[in-house]
């Protein structure tokens, strides 16, 4: 596959991620569509799913607003390269399995891709740095209106855009920002905080999506409904949730720093010890170390590493990630070693005010 | 009772001769020995055949489906459980297995059924929204396709061969375009 993708990804972490962006880390907003006329594709057989994904590559290279976007066809990717795609958020989890006819377009700017017979024929989807929801949300109905020009979509009166599965039907849309709420967690008011998330038609799920543990203390809020309300109406209550949830979390730290301060900077400035001289370190140990280094970011303790540099870090210390940077530097005999030495590497050369959280 | 001419098959005509000279009278007649004994019923029989081949088979087409050039799910229809979808072939069994539906059609079809699950995962089962929608060439089709072999259905319970025959034709003409669409070939 080009290479020259894999250095050009994760180009959504740039950018300032606003007055919140010490706690949303990323937005995400995608659409699930299908073609009229063609079975859905987990029922469908080779045959057919091979002529969507025609259908839609012929679209897509009629569509001038699309014209940049770069095809490629998952089965002819290695599972590293899949991984590496998965990982910086462009296919999906479903999509990193690979199989035949299934292809991502991406934009040339990685943030926002077309993935094309997953679960569903089309899921555009875009992503963005901290709370840039809307701004996600803008630029997926120009693709969704760009696409439905050239290949008009499986929709009805009553049901709206239909969908392979029934729970994504209607809107087909899916909201989701992910957060992180260490100090909900250490006063152990996460689970109050989260609660009642359901009534909303929300759902909370880990850094990792489905069924993943809340490692580092990052958790995606992402609406289940898809039908019955509008796109407007989903964001808003999105925004609103997800609003109350930075405003506790900013009460939380406070708190944490006003009446436990020696306990929280002992652990922030352990984690900065054992990431500065660790010589191996496991991802989910190196979620949980700089999730304490971001909380002390807070506090300007690491005066060169910004919100943005850290979500830039979490993001190559995944395994994938990683591999790469080893194959590269064919230097580390496993994949734990590379991992600490990348991050004392990083986390050291941060540093620049670390005698101030003394005094 | 037997056919008076050949005294094998059961009868299921009567014809009433009436010849010069002589007093009209009545045969019992089975129908391959009706249509030696008369033109009429000849033709009739004839016509009958084909419609009941004609019958057949679209009775069969609307069983398999049009999935089935790419690749349908069920083959026929009838034996199994009356929840299928005409347009797909898929069994709501299947859905309800993988929670996968067939094709954009089985929510039509399984409207009734569904909208329970509908409720359960969004407390609604219409969609409110304004989006602007453009229907693609091959979604018109889609509508149309149905349209037209609900129609045939009718016109088949009525007995309007003649417009079952123009109906078919239309039916194999949409069905032949939403090919050339899906390959590319158009």
Redesign the interface.
Known sequence: MDAKLFDRTDSWLKGGAGDTGHIAVSSRARLAR???????A???????LE?VE??IA?GIGRCERLGAFERLELAKLSGDERAYLRESRLISREMEQGGEHRVAWVSPEESTSILVNE?DHLRLQVVRTGLGIRDALEALKEIDAAL??V????????????T????N???GFRASVMLHLPGLRQLKEIESGLQGIGHH?LTVRGFYGENSEFTGDFYQISN????????DEIMDTLMLVVNRLVEKESEARLELFRHHESSVADAIWRSYGTLSFARRIGSSEAMRLLSMIRLGIDKGWFGDLSHAALNRLVLEVQPAHLERRRGREGKFDSRDEARAAFLRERVQAANGHHKDAAS | MRCEQCGKADAVVRITRIESGAAPYQLCLCQSCAAKASPHQKKLLEKQSTYDVLLQKLMKHQAVGE?E?????AEVAEEESPLTCPS?G?NFG?YQR???????D???SF?DV?EK??TR???????????E???????N??DRLRDARSELKSALEIEDYERAAFLRDEISNIESR?EE????EA
């Open positions: 299908n073609l009229g006329g063609f079975p859905f987990p029922h469908a057989k080779p045959p057919a002529n025609k259908y012929e679960e439905a020009d290949v008009g979509y499986a929709w009805s009166e009553r049901y709206g855009y239909l392979a599965c029934p729970t039907v209607g809107t038609g289940e409904i898809t039908l019955g309300r509008t796109v | 999935f050039a790419g690749g349908s799910v797909c898929l299947d993988t929670l996968m539906l067939g094709c954009p089985c929510y039509e409207s569904l699950d509908l995962f969004h407390r609604a089962t219409r969609h409110t929204g304004s989006e929608h453009k229907p693609s060439e091959l979604a089709l889609q939403m669409l899906r390959t590319g």
